[in-house]
DNA sequence: CGTCCTCGAACTGCATGCAATAGACTGCCT
DNA sequence: AGGCAGTCTATTGCATGCAGTTCGAGGACG
């Protein structure tokens, strides 16, 4: 299929496929990428994988080298850190932009639905993780998109390129951990908050919540990391220096 | 040179032609992008220009179309303004940053330098705007050095590939304008009050005054919309919506 | 024994050919 | 005359061949 359909490209098929053996540690960090065993490996010709290492590289997860080729990049937990308060700022701004610009309270009907739905699932006796973080992530995308700007979407998409940025990457390595129940009533507790906050127009309170929302995800990461199952269940783990 | 010398190769070329031709306004937005009459204008061949389309696809400056192709990307004032508050949010957070991870004061000797040499110029019975502009995006980078954060880096570098969201697009095309100098005082207040909060460690107040000093690029912006010459220097303009 | 130089192989970046599709154009039918 | 279907061309996405360079290994020299 030469042209168009590009969810079944072979661009698109090298990019998700690379983005998934990177994060499963296949392709070491910090050394060079292989072009031509990586093309046969995907099952793509080099050209599509060309493409796909320009894209990886345009979200972080590679390096370009001097000399011409890729490298996997490593990531210090100061990384990981930034990134997260990164994700915490723009969604902050997200938050409070939406406040500054709902037009009428119907436009929040999708994320209180979403919230609701959260309630219940938080408060069953034995909440089921995964379905939380679908809810979660649903939230998120509802929040950003009600901030109505395309330049902040993007900014928010390109952070949670990198594998521990994104809002439910940490939460979904938890199924082990005993804590993981008080995290999410905090959590549901924040996104109550948020929703009020924005249905009553106060931006800079909206901002705030989300910051110290993204935050819980740094607790969350200090958790994992001291749990050895739960690390493994960690999407990207293999990139972070320092753990192990 | 087929491989290596990423400054002079091929795709470099084509980027960077590409880049400049749709600020030129030759191409028009909204519109196919031609793939291969591109590529004679530019003096490369199809592949190199390939990856530039999708670089600039990344930066926002070009968008793939469901059928296969690109095309030029246009922008309306509130997409501009959008970008402006971002920037501001993002070196607000690499202000707040720097104060934060300050060591040790002799870190801010680069930018006490720049910001004195900003003081002079300033000070000038007719400040020459070419130097101010210059002087201007070090100090930017500057600060965000300080901000010891790659993710930040890259964040903003991505907001800033916008011609307009640049910290100093919009003083560039004001030569014609009176009102600059006033401009280029409380810029340059902002500049010394970032300073000075930085150096005393106050995160929060380094943090807003980023984000007001972003808010002058938008009362730049009307400035310059009102005035025929000044949107004949202004970068990119032939993207505007609304404008003309 | 260490260092430098030379040779070689492997790999990257680029150019081009090919196949398949999307859109335009024409002709026909209603 | 308007709409629809068939065809046709232009264009994109992909595969592959080629050339040049970089990095490693091996040997020679100090």
Do not use: W
């Not at 200090?222 to 749990?227: C, N, R, T």
């Amino acid at each position: 299929m030469p042209r168009g359909d590009v969810a079944g490209s072979q661009t698109t098929k090298a990019t998700l496929g690379l983005r998934e053996l990177i994060f499963a540690g296949e392709l070491a960090p910090e050394e060079r990428v292989p072009e031509i065993g990586l093309a046969e490996r995907l099952g793509v010709s080099r050209t599509p994988l060309r493409l796909a290492l320009a894209t990886l590289a345009h979200e972080g997860l590679l390096r370009a080298l001097p000399g011409g080729g890729f490298v996997v990049c490593s990531f210090s937990l100061d990384d990981v850190a930034d990134a997260i308060e990164l994700r915490g700022v723009l969604e902050g701004t997200a938050a409070r932009f939406a406040a500054e610009r709902l037009r009428s309270e119907s436009e929040l009907d999708g994320l209180v639905a979403v919230t609701e739905q959260l309630d219940a699932v938080v408060g069953k006796r034995s909440p089921v993780l995964e379905r939380f973080v679908e809810l979660n992530d649903e939230y998120h995308r509802g929040l950003v998109d009600l901030a109505k700007s395309d330049a902040l979407t993007r900014a928010i998409a390109n952070v949670v390129a990198l594998p521990f940025a994104s809002p439910g990457a940490l939460l979904a390595s938890q199924a082990a951990l005993t804590r993981e129940q008080e995290v999410l009533v905090v959590a549901q507790h924040q996104h109550r908050a948020m929703l009020d906050a924005v249905r009553a127009g106060h931006g800079a309170r909206a901002e705030e919540i989300a910051r110290e929302h993204a935050r819980l995800a740094m607790l969350n990461l200090e958790l994992v990391l001291v749990s050895e199952p739960a690390l493994e269940r960690l999407p990207g783990a293999p990139l972070l220096r320092g753990v192990g």
